[in-house]
Nanobody
Framework: VQLQASGGGQVQPGGSLRLSCAVPRTIFSIGDMGWYRQAPGEQRELVATITSGGTAELKDFVKGRFTISRDNANNTVDLQMNSLKPEDTAVYYC??????????????WGQGTQVTVSS
């Protein structure tokens, strides 16, 4: 199963980027979705999730700046990132999995897209 992430790049602090992930229909229709990121030398961390029913959760370090959404017609999940900071620099991965309570269990991963926030 291949998830295709796109939209990464380099942006100045305070700027915006929108990441998009194309998901195979069979996975998208039954799955909850999430975005992780991994900075150099750091562990991979969960950034945001959205259930198949559209309930979104964002981690505190991106609340108020990032938005996660899903397009059920086009089988995509997006991560809108505003007010970007240098510490947001990382490889971002989209995932499909299951949300159970406050936990997210990824089953499928995309290839990652680099986001660099630098002046």
């Amino acid at each position: 199963v291949q998830l295709q992430a796109s939209g990464g790049g380099q942006v100045q602090p305070g700027g915006s980027l929108r990441l998009s992930c194309a998901v195979p229909r069979t996975i998208f229709s039954i799955g909850d979705m999430g975005w992780y990121r991994q900075a150099p030398g750091e562990q991979r961390e969960l950034v945001a999730t959205i259930t198949s029913g559209g309930t979104a959760e964002l981690k505190d370090f991106v609340k108020g700046r990032f938005t996660i959404s899903r397009d059920n017609a086009n089988n995509t999940v997006d991560l809108q990132m505003n007010s970007l900071k240098p510490e947001d620099t990382a490889v971002y991965y989209c995932t499909a999995g299951r949300s159970i309570g406050t936990y997210f269990y990824p089953d499928y991963w995309g290839q990652g897209t680099q986001v660099t926030v630098s002046s």
